[in-house]
Structures are given as structure tokens and as C-alpha cells.
């Protein structure tokens, strides 16, 4: 039989930590539904989505009751809606508008891929579908969209991050008085994955097959917890507690991804090795890195905590997985994560340490509420520094920046569930306006001479 | 398949008489138990063949874990592949 106290461990994850599937992801290719008639291009997504995710959520749930493991969310993403649009034309809204009529169809909580990849200029339907994103974002409910703005073997697409900027900014007037959700649903990558089961970033990119399997797995109650059992171990020791820890948690994520798959008839695609936090009380990355012996978040010492804390969930994630991808590594999303958003409030926390965390972190500068009176320029600053990392690390990196428009100093955002509450962060006033509105693309980095 | 039933609670009589009769009432055969009590704390482990069950697994469930609440007891169901893929390789 097996052990005993494997047994009341794997309950105690459950019950008290706070471990739990993220996301079931179902990723769809809709480049089978392009006509040159936008019309028919809608009616074909809508047929499409309905049709291949139509058991995503009862079967999601299934497994939850039998394998007694809360999967939180059920979401699908599609192929970039921008190459649709390129064959169509028209107004790219109509499809954000289907791509909404549909994930309430299917019954999935959001849908990502309301998006255009750009990071070395833009073809035909990619302008046209940026522009439409404050729109598409004010009038749907569940559509999430991102923009990939540069990538390592392309550069970094300056006109591109300028655009972002004043569409950032657009998203936030027209969500003002709608609690800001415009912004918070869009997403501005560096080398963004093709396979990425989160939200508000999922795409599925063109090389994906027609339909498959993503999930994403979280569990960061369950390192601190485990962190917290070993007080005075050093770092070597931690290391490897994470590491064991982040093990147990994927082979969860790999026995439900490949389930699902299973009984869907769909192929499993990856697991993402994430530590994805929620607001919940013991539910935080910061706490983990409180646990390794910080004051609070943002101390001096956070950038190398986290660089462990990452890298050891990936060593741990890697062997318990079949295939691995998408973001993979711990989040840091400000408004997500009660120890982030503490730290925030107490000022430990700025948002220079943050792009720094980002260096060594999945993702980058998430969740995070800067002044109503940001310039779009500003904006653009941010995107275009938290590019240059991911440009030159290699690595996927991403901007999702609510401008607080409309909010009273002193006051935060609140977004409620999943997306916790937002303080709003200083930000450094001085311009780049003349730096964006050059325009132009940052060459691509040499990726030898690495000194 | 198999599942493994846990119970964990306040110890007091007839906990195991509950757990196996709603087993035998749903045609669950019981393979293996284990219990301890730690000071007042009563855990059992129970490991069960579900093939001949005659309900849906999530109904079954659904009356262990309304009958734990009843005895004040917390009742879970799991698949056993989940404790088998956690902890061995």
C-alpha cells in the first residue's frame, strides 16, 4: 500500500496549501477558419471553438472530482487574430465579439489570442487589430489579448512599443469607470511562447498542431510550506527542497494534463512549471522569498532569492514532466500576490527592484498600477526597458500595466477573485518622448562574446 | 481503478462501520485499511477497488464527504494514480 505519510502530505497540499491546477488550457487553430469574407471567417471560429471545446470544461471537472485536485481555471487560446484578419479584413471587433459569444458557449472563464505578433513590422491585419484592441477590450467580457513587440532574433520593434503605449493608455480611459479591466486583460510580450496555457497572454501560435492540451500548475503555499519545516538549513539545502517540492507539484500537473488529453482525444502539448500566485493568504511567491530570510519583498537580496527560487523550480519540474514550456518559472504579479501587494503598499517593494526581479523570473512587470497621469511615452519607456531584458537574456518578457485613470491618490485598485487589488506604484516622471517617438527597430543582440 | 480513502477527525465510534457500509451499499470493495489515532486525532486510510461500483464516482464521493461533514469528520476520495505519480518516479 502506499505510505501512509505520502498519503496525508499530498491531502495537506491540497487542503491547507493551496495546491492546485491553474489552468486546463485548450489551444485552437483557427487558420483553417480564414475567408476572405469576415462574415464567414466569424461564423467559422464560432462553429470551430464550440465544437472543439464543447466537453473542456464538464471533462476538467470530471477529473477534478476523481483525482480530488481543484483545477481553478478551464480557458482556451486561438491563433493570433490578426492573421485571420489579414485574409478577411474588415473590423477586427467582429471577431473579438464572436471569440466572447463563444467562450460563454464552451463556459471557459477567459480566452486569449486576441493578438498580433510585430516584433519586426507589421503585415497586413497587425495595425488594424492593435488599434481595435481598447475597443475590443471595453465591449467583451472574457477576450484577452497581447501584443509580442520584439524577440531575441529579431529585435525590438520601436514603433510598435510606441503604439503599445498609447494603447495601454486608450484601454485604461475606456475601462475607467468599468473598474480598469481593459489593461488588465492585455498583455505586451518580448519572445512570447506559442504555448502558454496563462491568461491574459495565451496565444496559439502557428506552429502548434490543431488543437491541444496546456496546463499550467501553481503551488507556492506548498515551497513556503515546505521551506518553512527547514528555518535554519542554508541555501544549498533550500535549494534542494525546492526543487523536490516544485516535483511533486508537476507530476500533479502532468497526471491531470495528460488525462484531460486523454479523455478528450486531443494531444497533451506541455506543462507549464510555474508557480503562479493567487491573493489568498498563503498562496504568495513573495512569502517564499520572505521564507528564505528576507525582511519583506524587495529587500536587497530579493533579485537572488528569486534567481534560485526559478531556477530551482524548473531543475525540479523539468524530470516530472514529458514535455515542458510556455512561461515556466515563478510569476511575480503585483495585484496577484498578498506578499507583492504588501510589499507594494510599505514602499519595500519599487518598481525598479521589480524590473530587476524580472531579469531573472518568469515574465515581468505584471499586474502593476502606475499613476492616472502616466504619458503614454512613459509607458512605452517601461515596455521598451523590460524588452531590451528579455531581448538580451533570451527570455520571455512582458508588460501588463494598468495606468490608474480615474483613481484618487492613496486609493488602490480592486479588481476582486483571481486578480486581487492593485497599489499604485511611483513611477519615475523624467521623459523618453523624444527616445520612442523616433521610431525604428533595436537591431537584434549578438548572442555570442557573452561577457 | 483504485481509490484511497482518507478520514481524519475527532475519534469516536462507528467511524469505520460508516465508512464501509457506504462502501458496501455502493459495491465498493475494500482491499486494505490502515488507522492510527494520535492523541484525540483518529486517521484512516482505506485502499478501494471501485470496477464493479454501481453509481458515478463523483456521487460516491459526494456522500462520503456529506456523511464526514455530518460526523464532523474530513472525508476525501482520490484516485490513487495521484499519490502514486506525486511520490514515486
Not at chain 2, 462501520?17 to 465498493?28: H, I, P, Q
Amino acid at each position: 500500500m502506499i505510505n501512509t505519510k505520502d498519503i496525508l502530505e499530498t491531502i495537506n497540499m491540497i487542503q491547507d496549501e493551496n495546491l492546485d491546477i491553474r489552468t486546463v488550457t485548450m489551444g485552437i487553430s483557427l487558420l483553417d477558419c480564414a475567408s476572405s469574407d469576415i462574415k464567414v471567417s466569424c461564423n467559422r471560429i464560432y462553429d470551430k471553438i464550440c465544437r472543439k471545446a464543447e466537453k473542456l470544461v464538464v471533462t476538467a471537472e470530471q477529473i477534478e472530482k476523481e483525482y480530488g485536485i481543484p483545477i481553478i481555471n478551464k480557458r482556451i487560446s486561438v491563433t493570433p487574430i490578426s492573421m485571420i484578419c489579414a485574409s478577411s479584413g474588415g473590423n477586427p471587433v467582429e471577431y473579438a465579439k464572436t471569440l466572447d459569444n463563444a467562450a460563454k458557449a464552451v463556459g471557459v472563464n477567459f480566452l486569449g489570442g486576441y493578438s498580433a505578433l510585430v516584433q519586426k513590422g507589421f503585415a497586413a491585419g497587425d495595425e488594424e487589430l492593435i488599434r481595435s484592441i481598447p475597443e475590443a477590450l471595453s465591449i467583451t467580457e472574457r477576450v484577452c489579448s497581447s501584443v509580442n513587440i520584439g524577440s531575441t532574433k529579431a529585435g525590438i520593434n520601436m514603433d510598435a512599443v510606441a503604439l503599445m503605449g498609447k494603447i495601454i493608455r486608450e484601454c485604461a480611459e475606456r475601462t475607467k469607470d468599468n473598474g480598469l479591466w481593459g489593461p488588465a486583460k492585455l498583455v505586451v510580450f518580448c519572445n512570447a511562447p506559442d504555448d502558454n496555457p496563462f491568461m491574459a497572454g495565451a496565444f496559439h501560435g502557428a506552429g502548434e498542431p490543431d488543437c491541444v492540451i496546456n496546463v499550467g500548475v501553481s503551488g507556492p503555499g506548498v515551497v513556503r510550506s515546505a521551506l518553512s519545516k527547514i528555518p535554519d538549513a542554508n541555501i544549498t539545502e533550500v535549494a534542494d527542497m525546492v526543487k523536490k517540492t516544485a516535483f511533486k507539484i508537476t507530476r500533479m500537473g502532468q497526471l491531470v494534463a495528460t488525462q484531460a488529453a486523454e479523455r478528450l482525444g486531443i494531444p497533451f502539448g506541455i506543462v507549464d512549471l510555474s508557480l503562479a500566485p493567487t491573493p489568498a493568504v498563503g498562496d504568495s511567491v513573495a512569502h517564499i522569498l520572505e521564507e528564505m530570510g528576507l525582511e519583506q519583498c524587495g529587500a536587497c537580496g530579493t533579485t537572488a532569492c528569486l534567481a534560485l527560487l526559478n531556477d530551482a523550480v524548473k531543475k525540479g519540474g523539468v524530470m516530472a514532466s514529458s514535455h515542458v514550456g510556455g512561461l515556466s518559472g515563478a510569476f511575480i504579479p503585483v495585484s496577484e500576490d498578498a506578499g507583492m501587494i504588501d510589499a507594494a503598499r510599505s514602499g519595500a517593494l519599487k518598481i525598479e527592484k521589480l524590473e530587476a526581479m524580472t531579469a531573472v523570473c518568469s515574465v515581468g512587470l505584471d499586474m502593476i498600477a502606475v499613476p492616472g497621469d502616466t504619458s503614454a511615452e512613459i509607458i512605452s519607456g517601461i515596455i521598451a526597458d523590460e524588452a531590451a531584458i528579455g531581448m538580451v537574456n533570451s527570455k520571455t518578457t512582458a508588460v501588463r500595466i494598468i495606468p490608474a485613470i480615474g483613481v484618487k491618490d492613496g486609493e488602490e485598485i480592486e479588481f476582486g477573485g483571481l486578480f486581487g487589488s492593485c497599489p499604485i506604484m511611483k513611477v519615475n516622471t523624467y521623459s523618453p518622448e523624444k527616445f520612442i517617438n523616433r521610431g525604428g527597430r533595436i537591431p537584434a543582440p549578438l548572442q555570442s562574446l557573452k561577457n | 481503478m483504485r481509490a484511497v480513502i482518507t478520514v481524519v477527525g475527532k475519534d469516536m465510534v462507528g467511524i469505520l462501520a460508516k465508512v464501509s457500509a457506504l462502501c458496501s451499499e455502493c459495491n465498493v470493495n475494500v482491499i486494505e485499511v490502515s488507522q492510527s489515532i494520535l492523541q484525540d486525532m483518529f486517521c484512516m486510510i482505506m485502499l478501494v477497488d471501485m470496477s464493479k461500483i454501481n453509481t458515478e464516482f463523483a456521487s460516491f464521493s459526494d456522500r462520503l464527504t456529506a456523511e464526514g461533514d455530518r460526523m464532523n469528520l474530513v472525508i476525501h476520495v482520490m484516485h490513487e494514480d495521484v499519490f502514486n505519480t506525486m511520490h514515486h518516479i
